[in-house]
């Protein structure tokens, strides 16, 4: 059975009022009065409700966090489980508004001052426009972006990223140190109109291959509508071209590990045949052998979760705008050419 105020009111031998002053007002009760009210309460499991902690402090004690990827993809849901780990211990609850248009996009940032139902919202993996980001600004609700490009110069309040530049570039150099030259990267091309950080990845990989004379072969895997890639799909595409590619890179693990499994069912195998490296470090890669650039989401999370909360409490942030090196961990699926 739930405890109520007034359980505690009528063990305490007090008002309502003054078990409720307790949590919200302490400085208008007594010392004596106060710890016996709290002994009672803590005995009884009793907790003033957060709706009433809002209620008192002016907030929503929620945070909107406004992402396009599928939950259950492991870079999103890393970021989740790294957000709820910080915000939830301090009583913020977590909205997920995903969003899969400039028009959704556009939609919320209309509505959110009107509601004022976030105290704060954090963007993960996609651009924002600078108007959009004033319009939370007049309101006095700070953004903060995860893997957002470009974040200090569009206005955002802190942000933490990862060194995707550093990233691809060690992706196209680990290939090209082995001696791979024909060399295919493997990239979404989701059909919605947000700019995504990882075309930032597509392109400083070009580039990186270019300055060396190499000119990779750019594949697109299809995203259905239930956010599963195509692999068998990139598989037709990749023995389609007028020659096979001896290294493969891929925009992600999740490409690049179901990706590995079809290849060897199309009788090409890894890396005997064709060197392949992914980019996360996500589960199993470990287990499978693949050679990736690692980065950390969850750690990500935890930092952009804490610069949240001092913005909300209108704290300093020392270091709002922190970027994560990329990390090259080599493994078994990339090897010399032969």
Known sequence: MTTSIQDVAQKAGVSISTVSRSFTRPELVSAKTRERVLAIADELNFSLSRSAAALKSGR?????????????????????????????????????????????RREFFEMLPVRRNADAVIVVSFDIDSKEIAQLTSVDVPIIGINTAESEQHGFAAAV????????????????????????????????????????????FIETCRKEGIEPQVVVCKVDGDGHYQISDVVTQL?????????????????????????????????????????????????????????????????????TLDLIDEKPVKDPFITFPAHLVVRSSTSRIK
């Not at 995707?164 to 060399?183: E, F, K, P, V």
């Not at 295919?184 to 947000?194: E, F, G, K």
């Open 161 to 204: 990223n990862i060194d995707d530049h550093q990233g691809s570039t060690l992706a196209a150099r680990h290939l090209m140190n082995l001696g791979h030259r024909r060399i295919a990267y493997i990239s979404t091309d989701r059909d919605i109109s947000l700019s995504f950080s990882v075309r930032g990845r597509l392109n400083v």
């Open 60 to 104: 929503s004690l929620r945070i909107a966090v406004l992402m396009s990827g599928h939950i259950r993809l492991w870079f999103t849901a890393s970021v989740i489980e790294g957000l709820n780990e910080v915000l939830h211990a301090e009583g913020y609850d977590i909205s997920i508004f995903q969003i899969s248009s400039i028009e959704e």
């Open 239 to 307: 023995m389609s071209l007028d020659e096979m590619p001896t290294a493969i890179a891929c925009q992600e693990d999740g490409i690049a590990l179901p990706l590995m499994f079809q290849l060897e069912r199309n009788g090409f195998s890894v890396p005997g045949d064709v060197s392949l490296i992914g980019y996360d470090d996500s589960f199993y890669t470990n287990d499978i052998g693949l050679t990736t650039i690692r980065q950390d989401p969850v750690e990500m999370a935890h930092i952009a979760a804490r610069m």
